[in-house]
Every structure is written in structure tokens, then in C-alpha cells.
């Protein structure tokens, strides 16, 4: 009998107010750590190796770069797709020239995760 070893990562959890740890279940199999991006109201994602264990006003190494398609939103009314790009250092996060939303340019701290990200919300 051989024995197996684990590919995936853990499952998600709350860090602190601004941060959650994601996994397999919220689509991650690599893992990695997630906060509330204010311009798209989504979830982003880093790399966990990225992150410097500080849950209260974190950085992570590099930038990030989300794009997104067309999409449909709540209301019925379509948006074009773009890109989100941003850093986040010492817990602000500073929206870059090349992203497709209102907050290009703008820098201000990460906000705390919304209820429904929050883990006494989560099933």
C-alpha cells in the first residue's frame, strides 16, 4: 500500500478583518490569500508566498493584474471586460494607471472584508 500525498491546499479561512484564506473550494487549488477589491466588489487573490503574515495592514511582493471578461452584473446591465491592477503595501492598496475602473490612480487602504465573506456569515 503506498501511501498519498496531499496536492491540494487548505480549506479557506477568515485572517483578521481584511483577509481570507482560499483553497479548493472557492476555486484555488494552489491556494492562496484573498481580500475585497473596492473598485470591482469581488474578491481577489494573491499567491501565498507573496503575502508578509501581516493580517492588519499587509503587502504582498509585486502587483496584481485580475482581468475580467464581459460580465452581467446584479442588475441586468453589461459590462465590459478590462483589467484590474493594483499593489498592495503596507495595507493600501493603490489602483494603477492601466486599470479599467473609477479607482485608477487612487490610493486607499484595504477595506475590511463585507458580511458575506466574513466566516460567522459563511455555511
Known amino acids: 500500500m503506498t501511501a498519498t ?15 481570507r484564506r482560499v483553497g479548493d473550494r472557492e476555486g484555488y487549488p494552489h491556494g492562496g490569500i484573498g481580500h475585497w477589491c473596492p473598485a470591482c466588489r469581488v474578491m481577489h487573490v494573491f499567491a501565498l508566498w507573496k503575502w508578509d503574515d501581516n493580517a492588519a ?16 452584473d446584479a442588475q441586468g446591465f453589461r459590462r465590459r471586460g478590462g483589467v484590474c491592477h493594483y499593489t498592495l503595501i503596507a495595507g493600501m492598496l ?14 486607499l487602504p484595504l477595506p475590511d472584508l463585507p458580511g458575506h465573506l466574513v466566516d460567522s456569515h459563511r455555511s
Open 94 to 107: 493603490e489602483f494603477l494607471s492601466d486599470s479599467a475602473h473609477s479607482l485608477r490612480g487612487q490610493r
Open 5 to 19: 500525498v496531499a496536492t491540494r491546499a487548505a480549506p479557506g479561512g477568515q485572517i483578521g478583518t481584511k483577509l
Open 57 to 72: 495592514a499587509p503587502t504582498f511582493i509585486g502587483d496584481n493584474a485580475v482581468p475580467w471578461g464581459d460580465q452581467v
